[in-house]
């Protein structure tokens, strides 16, 4: 019954079986192996596209390093004023950057709007006295588990492109969002106007590794430099390959989204038939996170009965506001999460619910 988040569980199996398949013999180092390059290939493949790839061990370096290659130090990256960048990410990415500047723009169920970058961006026309708008950043799937459609994603980048900027998407969990979605992983990034994805696959089943994914690969001129300076380039590269390549093998990563995102509907269907009509769900479940406002009592039953999750902070998602005795949980689902957990779950916050 833990729900805590997608990175508390191991590692797929497969994923770590490839780990043991190249741990024979010897191999060039630093990424130079045979392994890195089918990755990249293999990234191609996926994404219908010339793209230039690189391993990093982290989500945060993956976000933080593609901004640094797209933002110059005197510039601002726009993103959604909750936003894993700049709420979680301890400066990394003003860090990495040299100095770029993080605008925060707020949005209901930590979506961005065209309307909403574009006021931002009207405000920001003071030429040298203000950092220069250089990035749109967005997430897919965002951190309160919503998706942007193609054409959404399309109607941001046409925002950033009238201002010369460049688009990056922190997909983190991008399988999730696009397992859901449905649309093809080309449709939902460069087709759509996205320079540069950082390409999630730890939180769904790897032990380690994220691709940072240019489909403008002019923007990853400097990247190796970026990369060794902030200490991501691993020296037995082979290892991170193996696991991107089983990642993306048979669609592995698609299926491990589809099975948290299964598990996220039905823990959400769950929730909603609870008695008592004290429980609302405020957010569409649209990847692998459920959303949910409970009174405080409930919420005490199911920490004494052993559930585990996130109270997200904040006094609301923006579609909803949470009272006075009443608690604002996410529960995040993974590859891993079994019925048996969802199940668990479902009963004692069932047994909890009838108490009241
Ligand atoms: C939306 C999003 N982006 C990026 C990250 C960063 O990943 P990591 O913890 O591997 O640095 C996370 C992790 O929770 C996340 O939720």
Same mark, same amino acid.
């Given at each position: 019954?833990?729900?805590?988040?997608?990175?508390?569980?191991?590692?797929?199996?497969?994923?770590?079986?490839?780990?043991?398949?190249?741990?024979?013999?010897?191999?060039?180092?630093?990424?130079?192996?045979?392994?890195?390059?089918?990755?990249?290939?293999?990234?191609?493949?996926?994404?219908?596209?010339?793209?230039? %790839?690189? &391993?990093?061990?982290? /989500?945060? +370096? $993956?976000?933080? =390093?593609?901004? #640094? *290659?797209?933002?110059?130090?005197?510039?601002?990256?726009?993103?959604?004023?909750?936003?894993?960048?700049?709420?979680?990410?301890?400066?990394?990415?003003?860090?990495?950057?040299?100095? %770029?500047? &993080?605008?925060?723009? /707020?949005? +209901? $169920?930590?979506? =961005?709007?065209? #309307? *909403?970058?574009?006021?931002?961006?009207?405000?920001?026309?003071?030429?040298?006295?203000?950092?220069?708008?250089?990035?749109?950043?967005?997430?897919?799937?965002?951190?309160?588990?919503?998706?942007?459609?193609?054409?959404?994603?399309? +109607?941001?980048?046409?925002?950033?492109?009238?201002?010369?900027?460049?688009?990056?998407?922190?997909?983190?969990?991008?399988?999730?969002?696009?397992?859901?979605?449905?649309?093809?992983?080309?449709?939902?990034?460069?087709?759509?106007?996205?320079?540069?994805?950082?390409?999630?696959?730890?939180?769904?089943?790897?032990?380690?590794?994220?691709?940072?994914?240019?489909?403008?690969?002019?923007?990853?001129?400097?990247?190796?430099?970026?990369?060794?300076?902030?200490?991501?380039?691993?020296?037995?590269?082979?290892?991170?390959?193996?696991?991107?390549?089983?990642?993306?093998?048979?669609?592995?990563?698609?299926?491990?989204?589809?099975?948290?995102?299964?598990?996220?509907?039905?823990?959400?269907?769950?929730?909603?038939?609870?008695?008592?009509?004290?429980?609302?769900?405020?957010?569409?479940?649209?990847?692998?996170?459920?959303?949910?406002?409970?009174?405080?009592?409930?919420?005490?039953?199911?920490?004494?009965?052993?559930?585990?999750?996130?109270?997200?902070?904040?006094?609301?998602?923006?579609?909803?506001?949470?009272?006075?005795?009443?608690?604002?949980?996410?529960?995040?689902?993974?590859?891993?999460?079994?019925?048996?957990?969802?199940?668990?779950?479902?009963?004692?916050?069932?047994?909890?619910?009838?108490?009241?």
């Amino acid at each position: 019954m833990n729900f805590t988040s997608d990175n508390v569980h191991g590692v797929d199996d497969a994923i770590l079986d490839a780990l043991r398949d190249v741990n024979t013999g010897t191999a060039r180092a630093y990424g130079y192996d045979d392994w890195s390059a089918a990755a990249e290939a293999r990234l191609r493949d996926v994404f219908e596209c010339d793209l230039a %790839a690189f &391993l990093v061990v982290t /989500g945060t +370096a $993956a976000n933080s =390093l593609a901004l #640094a *290659a797209c933002c110059p130090p005197y510039g601002a990256v726009v993103c959604h004023a909750e936003a894993h960048i700049t709420t979680d990410e301890c400066g990394a990415p003003e860090l990495f950057s040299g100095g %770029a500047k &993080l605008m925060g723009v /707020g949005g +209901a $169920a930590c979506k =961005l709007t065209p #309307a *909403a970058v574009a006021r931002m961006l009207e405000q920001m026309g003071r030429g040298e006295h203000e950092q220069r708008p250089s990035v749109l950043s967005i997430s897919q799937a965002t951190e309160l588990g919503t998706t942007y459609a193609p054409d959404e994603i399309a +109607a941001l980048a046409a925002v950033a492109r009238d201002r010369r900027m460049h688009v990056h998407m922190d997909g983190a969990r991008f399988a999730n969002a696009c397992a859901r979605l449905g649309g093809s992983p080309a449709d939902l990034t460069w087709k759509s106007g996205v320079d540069v994805l950082s390409f999630g696959a730890t939180k769904n089943g790897a032990l380690g590794v994220e691709a940072v994914l240019f489909f403008d690969r002019t923007l990853a001129g400097d990247f190796v430099y970026l990369r060794k300076r902030t200490g991501q380039l691993v020296s037995k590269g082979r290892f991170l390959a193996a696991q991107m390549l089983a990642y993306l093998d048979d669609d592995r990563w698609l299926r491990n989204a589809r099975h948290a995102n299964a598990m996220a509907d039905r823990l959400a269907a769950a929730v909603r038939a609870l008695p008592g009509g004290r429980v609302r769900l405020p957010l569409p479940v649209e990847a692998n996170a459920v959303f949910a406002i409970v009174p405080a009592a409930l919420h005490a039953h199911l920490q004494a009965a052993g559930a585990r999750y996130l109270v997200w902070p904040g006094a609301g998602p923006g579609t909803d506001t949470v009272a006075d005795g009443e608690v604002f949980i996410r529960l995040l689902t993974s590859f891993r999460t079994t019925l048996e957990d969802v199940d668990a779950f479902t009963a004692a916050a069932s047994a909890g619910a009838a108490r009241r």
